[in-house]
């Protein structure tokens, strides 16, 4: 392909939409079991059909397009599997709520054809994500996109329940669950969003059948106290023992019920003593499972107290509640209401008061399943990156408790399990039986319920591929390479995956896990809708491109942290885009045919040598880093050898070779090199551009995307090099410093003397005088092993009048100050911004001597305001030296 010019400006609109078509055009994407490479596989985490990309996503899935496009450069097969979660409970609100548009509720419509209306929704409206994964530029093969209800993988998902069931490890049974009553359904924790509110706490008294005074209680839900089945004591505790084992009588209702004694009672809570309600508090349930106490139900599925409420049978909790109250206050039971902060568990949907409910579901035994699991992690076959992980899994895992998977809803998988009719006996089976097989009666009917989402999401890494037939695939991809996700959902999908992939598909379905972090606000704060501090990274692309997003979620890529995203270091990112791009179309401007390097390494000067070898170096730290999931340290070795080594030391150097007829074409032909390289080390982290500037520079093959990755090449490798141009450059900057603290014109040519008493150093300055002249823009450079002025009570001796002078690396610079700069002048500047300083931190520290203004004002505004004092110390202090220094000069 002929080189053209690149557009003036970098313009990431332009750019980015073209080449994510050509890409998925060409089928680079796609995965080739019979390619003959050895192969990569990875699944997404499937976001659910009803959403749209938020800043957790393009997280995490940029660290994984990062990997999987690093991977395919180096010569894999790459399978990166995309899919998506039909979100059983979000997925049924959405089509409800279309539905109470029109005036209906999904019970007018009947399941079928409800679930075909949701059908109908995905179809048109869902999966909104998928597009903006590809806006996204990642590397997904599309052709194996799955949906966790499509048909394969509802068979599958009846095959593992059917098998889970034939082996005694599913069963149904009564147990307390998370309601919402509004959604009408059980819900997983991680559906809760828990907070504490504030509420009150009422102390009731329980009295005696002969009058005696009983006992008190304290409740935050004194409504509940119609389905208490005991109170419990600390066995221990002296102000209650008199009562154990004796009944009290249940107020409003005037039941009695049995005073009991368990050590997980907590004495300093309330009274010490706690009514005991099993059919509607998990850890009553569990009490009462213990003590062998009844539970009983006091409310229906809507949260309407039932035929065991009494006189309240029909009333909504809340209202209850109040009747409750006001009917203890009249009987003189109710004995002080106090302000209380209350845990309250809301409807993640629809922030409903979840609440705890015992009702029948069906449940997974996960012991025997956590075994293997536990076992796999122990012996290496499963790690955690970071770590750290590792206890947290085991912790989960050593205590597991049974897993709920029904929810009553009519959107997922519906539980395959039938009951007769006639006999009642329960039929689990993989398709509808045609009659019972213990009657042969003709009339099943099939449980209502479906399975919780994550039970299907349990399977992705299997059932994507096509199990439990053997397929290709499947033979080929499973286990994947490693899971990548947010640490957020270890227990819920991760260890879920871990447990059913040994069971189902005989091996652990990955042998590392990367557990990234979760992006928070730039102060560090967690990002939340309701706080309004989200960012929506479609919104982030629209103003700094795709490529910048990209980079700075790589960069914050640091495994165990929870990285704060700011607007600055997003448009640093854009700005080193920038660089890159004006960098690629100044080589692009001044080749002159060069395409293939054409240079002996050994003849090159210095600086060719330098950026060469120093290129071999980031390739080695780039790939070390991506293979220890260091995105940050990958992102950060790329941008400063791209910013400072190429562009600001390589690309100035370079220039001044251009004219010569020998080092010029050769210089080229390095640039040119070294620019190719780098844009292929960076391709898998920002691909829209370096795509784009790949296909105007003389290239082989017909996308950088399935370019070679650059490994480190050992012929262009030199340490001695990099050591000697490290030097030079430390030279320069320190030249270039002392310009700059006097403010010397950066035109004017000045005169430098070093003194290098030690002959090596005298050697090897002399040898790069010509580089160092040049680079720092100096007139007279003379090199010397003593100076005339030297006294010799100092080493290096002190300056001489009319001196400035700097030490670096066993060397001392001295700078002619004559006629650089008018030195009274200097003097009286530096003067006057001393006494500037000085007054601002005078006027900062009294603010902050005042109580008053510490008290009052913003935390961040008298957090400012310390750190400017502290900015402020360290420019005096600058300064001060910078004066010293003439004093002594002049
Ligand atoms: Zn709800
Ligand atoms: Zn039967």
């Not at 030249?735 to 004017?748: H, N």
Request: aromatic residues 10%.
């Amino acid at each position: 392909m002929a080189t053209t010019e690149l557009a003036k400006a970098y313009e990431p609109k332009d750019v980015e939409s073209r080449w994510y078509p050509v890409w998925e055009k060409a089928g680079y994407f796609v995965a080739d079991p019979a390619s003959g490479k050895p192969r990569f596989s990875i699944v997404i985490p499937p976001p659910n059909v009803t959403g749209s990309l938020h800043i957790g996503h393009a997280f995490t899935l940029t660290l994984q397009d990062v990997t999987v496009r690093w991977k395919r450069m180096s010569g894999f097969d790459t399978l990166w599997l995309p899919g998506l979660d039909h979100a059983g409970i979000a997925t049924q609100m959405v089509v409800e709520r279309q539905l109470a548009k029109e005036g209906k509720k999904k019970e007018d419509l009947g399941r079928e054809a409800f679930e075909a209306r949701v059908w109908k929704w995905k179809e048109e409206s869902g999966g909104r994500i998928l597009n903006q994964l590809r806006i996204m530029g990642y590397s997904l093969d599309w052709t194996r996109e799955r949906f966790t209800m499509d048909p394969g993988m509802s068979r599958a998902v009846r095959e593992v329940f059917v098998q889970l069931w034939e082996q005694g490890l599913i069963y149904r049974g009564y147990y307390i669950v998370n309601w919402c009553p509004r959604c009408v359904t059980a819900l997983s924790d991680l559906e809760v969003e828990t907070e504490t509110e504030p509420g009150q706490l009422w102390h009731i008294r329980y009295p005696e059948k002969d009058g005696g005074p009983g006992i008190v209680v304290a409740t935050t839900r004194p409504e509940t106290l119609l389905g208490d089945t005991a109170v419990a004591v600390h066995p221990d505790d002296e102000r209650h023992r008199r009562l154990i084992g004796r009944p009290v009588l249940l107020p409003v209702l005037g039941r009695e019920i049995p005073v009991v004694a368990d050590t997980f009672v907590d004495r300093e809570f309330g009274t010490g003593a706690v009514k005991i309600t099993p059919a509607h508090d998990p850890n009553d349930f569990l009490a009462a499972q213990r003590l062998g106490l009844p539970a009983i139900n006091i409310m229906d599925e809507r949260a309407v107290l039932n035929e065991n409420a009494g006189p309240y049978a029909g009333q909504d909790r809340f209202e209850a509640r109040k009747g409750i109250v006001a009917q203890l206050e009249r009987e003189g039971l109710l004995v002080k209401t106090e302000p209380y902060q209350v845990p309250l568990g809301r409807c993640q949907r629809c922030g409903t008061i979840v609440e705890p409910r015992l009702s029948r579901q069906w449940f997974v035994k996960m012991q025997p399943l956590a075994e293997p699991a536990i076992a796999a992690a122990e012996d290496g076959r499963i790690g955690f990156v970071p770590e750290s992980w590792t206890k947290t899994y085991f912790e989960w895992m050593r205590n597991i408790r049974d897993w709920c998977i029904s929810r009553q809803l009519w959107w997922g998988h519906r539980i395959p399990a039938w009951t007769c009719a006639k006999c009642d006996e329960l039929v689990v089976a993989r398709e509808a039986p045609a009659s019972c097989p213990k009657c042969g009666g003709g009339e099943l009917v099939q449980e209502t319920d479906v399975l919780d989402t994550w039970f299907s999401s349990g399977l992705f890494p299997f059932s994507t591929l096509g199990w439990p037939d053997k397929t290709v695939d499947l033979q080929r991809y499973y286990p994947s390479d490693v899971m990548m996700t947010g640490y957020d959902i270890l227990f819920f999908w991760v260890a879920r995956m871990i447990v059913l992939g040994m069971r189902f598909a005989g091996d652990v379905p990955f042998p590392v896990v990367f557990l990234n972090g979760l992006v928070r606000d730039e102060h560090g704060d967690k990002m939340s809708k309701t706080k309004g501090n989200d960012v929506d990274p479609l919104e982030l692309v629209a103003r700094h491109g795709t490529d910048a997003v990209r980079f700075t979620m790589t960069a914050l890529g640091a495994p165990g942290t929870n990285p704060a995203l700011s607007e600055q270091r997003l448009a640093g990112y854009r700005a080193f885009i920038n660089k890159l791009w004006n960098a690629s179309r100044f080589l692009l401007m001044n080749l002159e045919g060069e395409r293939a390097p054409s240079y002996v390494f050994e003849e090159l000067p210095l600086p060719s040598r330098w950026i060469l070898s120093r290129q071999q170096e980031l390739a080695r730290k780039v790939r070390e880093a991506l293979t220890e999931f260091r995105f940050d340290q990958a992102a950060s070795e790329l941008y400063h050898f791209v910013w400072d080594e190429f562009c600001d030391w390589y690309i100035e150097i370079a220039k001044s070779y251009f004219p010569d007829p020998v080092e010029g074409p050769r210089t080229r032909a390095v640039l040119l090199e070294v620019l190719e390289k780098t844009l292929r080390m960076l391709h898998p982290v920002i691909p829209y551009v370096t795509e784009e500037i790949w296909q105007r520079l003389p290239h082989e093959g017909e996308s950088i995307m399935v370019a070679p990755y650059p490994q480190p090449e050992a012929d262009k490798y030199d340490v001695e090099d990099e050591a000697a141009m490290g030097r030079v450059m430390r030279l320069v900057t320190a030249i270039r410093t002392l310009r700059a603290t006097y403010e010397v014109d950066r035109k004017r040519r000045i005169d430098v003397t070093v003194v290098a008493p030690q002959e090596k150093d005298s050697t090897f300055i002399t040898a790069h005088g010509a580089l160092v002249r040049h680079l720092a823009g100096l007139g007279e450079f003379l090199v010397v092993a003593h100076a005339p002025d030297t006294q010799p009570t100092s080493p290096l001796g002190a300056a001489a009048p009319g001196f400035l002078r700097e030490a670096v690396d066993g060397v001392e610079l001295r700078v002619a100050m004559a006629g650089l700069f008018d030195v009274a002048a200097e003097k009286a500047r530096l003067t006057k911004e001393l006494g500037k300083i000085e007054g601002e931190m005078a006027s900062l520290k009294g603010k902050l001597d005042n109580p008053q203004f510490v008290e009052r004002a913003k935390p961040e505004v008298v957090s400012q305001a310390r750190h400017r004092v502290e900015e402020l110390t360290e420019k005096k202090a600058k300064v001060a030296a910078t004066l010293r220094e003439l004093d002594r000069a002049s």
